[in-house]
């Protein structure tokens, strides 16, 4: 199985940006669905972007739209999740995941469509 491991987040000031990285272990995520989930304190867990195992298609919650950049780099089994104009609502702790068996094109969009998670990385957007 793959396992992932996000790193790249910490504290900036609204307005900032940061790049966030999900690097895979233990086996390739190449032909996996892969995706960014949020959690704030005292809230549940929210989608934020999905990506196709193609890299083709992409889906973008309304929230980070036109702020947020997913891509993949499949070759060196690596997510990315860049992130810009960030807003103090931003702030959570931020999930990798990937889910196996869907065809190129395919964006999961909800969590029960992925099997497996990281452990996640805090993002903390100060006023």
């Known amino acids: 199985q793959v396992q992932l491991v996000e790193s790249g987040g910490g504290l900036v000031q609204a307005g900032g940006s940061l790049r966030l990285s999900c690097a895979a272990s233990?086996?390739?995520?190449?032909?996996?669905?892969m995706g960014w989930f949020r959690q704030a304190p005292g809230k549940e867990r929210e989608f934020v972007v999905a990506?196709?195992?193609?890299?083709?298609?992409?889906y973008y919650a309304d929230s980070v739209k036109g702020r947020f950049t997913i891509s993949r780099d499949n070759a060196k089994n690596t997510v990315y999740l860049q992130m810009n104009s960030l807003k103090p609502e931003d702030t959570a702790v931020y999930f990798c995941?990937?889910?196996?068996?869907?065809?190129?094109?395919?964006?999961?969009?909800?969590?029960?469509?992925?099997?497996?998670w990281g452990q996640g990385t805090q993002v903390t957007v100060s006023s």
């Open positions: 995941a990937g889910g196996r068996g869907y065809y190129s094109e395919y964006v999961a969009r909800s969590m029960a469509e992925y099997d497996y």
């Open positions: 233990g086996r390739t995520f190449r032909t996996d669905a």
């Open positions: 990506i196709s195992w193609s890299g083709a298609r992409t």
